[in-house]
């Protein structure tokens, strides 16, 4: 049996996912990475992206917004543990969420193209938020996961 590793992914508003699992792959502001058991100590920025947690050959993908990601070793196990700006299963990006999403984006452009919009980085949140739910959804649309 291989070594598992606790992954813990959390966001201001809550517990998202907490399980052993064989491997993630998260993006990182440097650049994509993976954390198999037996990693090194680590702390990074998140970038948007998807991270995709790996469990008895079951990809379990979430969508991330932004936060950080630590890694440490308490004995024999690996622990990561995500503190996300925003997280969510893939499966809760349905068709008429990406419609949302889309919507949205195009909202927050033609804002910013009138200059409506005083709060630039709420702006840029909301609408990379948008922007990365559309992306996620259409790269996982016909890619088997768990639920």
Do not use: C
């Amino acid at each position: 049996m291989s070594k598992k590793l606790q992954l813990k992914i959390v966001t201001p508003e809550k517990l998202i996912l907490e399980e052993l699992v064989d491997q993630v792959t998260i993006p990182t502001t440097e650049g994509e990475i993976t954390i198999l058991a037996d990693h090194i100590p680590l702390v990074a920025s998140i970038a948007s992206g998807d991270i995709v947690a790996m469990t008895d050959g079951e990809h379990i993908p979430m969508e991330v917004v932004g936060g950080f990601v630590e890694t440490k070793k308490e004995g024999d196990l690996t622990i990561v543990t995500i503190l996300a700006d925003f997280a969510e299963h893939v499966s809760f990006i349905t068709d008429i969420e990406i419609e949302k999403a889309k919507a949205r984006a195009e909202e927050l452009k033609k804002q910013a193209e009138n200059n409506e919009i005083i709060d630039f980085e709420h702006f840029e949140s909301e609408l990379e938020r948008s922007l990365n739910r559309v992306k996620i959804a259409d790269k996982w649309r016909t890619k088997k996961y768990r639920k």
